[in-house]
């Protein structure tokens, strides 16, 4: 396991889930763009997607302040990151919305999110 050096990185891919309650990660449906910086295990994440079931979601996690969980992969390094994020923000960007979280990095891995 490798940790997250402190930079700026690009997202490739996102999956994410509730932290009270759900097992299995979930695609981040309609994701686009995105970009995580990192700083002493500490991360800020900002994800763009366009489906509007999911901003329904986590417009209710943001209401409720409820934690997230984010697995994610970056542009340019091999493992997958696990993100422990307090609960999300979610704003909207033109036709799309912007999920941001700020958490810590709780593991690294070389697992492929398909």
Known sequence: MSTLPDGEYLLTKVQWRRQDRDGAYR???GFTTGQLVAEGG???AQ???NDQFLSNRFSDLEGEGTPVA???QVLEREDTYTLRCAGPVLD???ASYQLQVSG???GAE???LN
């Open 70 to 72: 984010l697995r994610v």
């Open 42 to 44: 500490r991360v800020q």
């Open 104 to 106: 810590e990095v709780s």
């Open 110 to 112: 070389t697992v492929s």
């Open 27 to 29: 695609p981040l449906h």
């Open 92 to 94: 909207r960007a033109g």
């Open 47 to 49: 994800a763009r997607f």
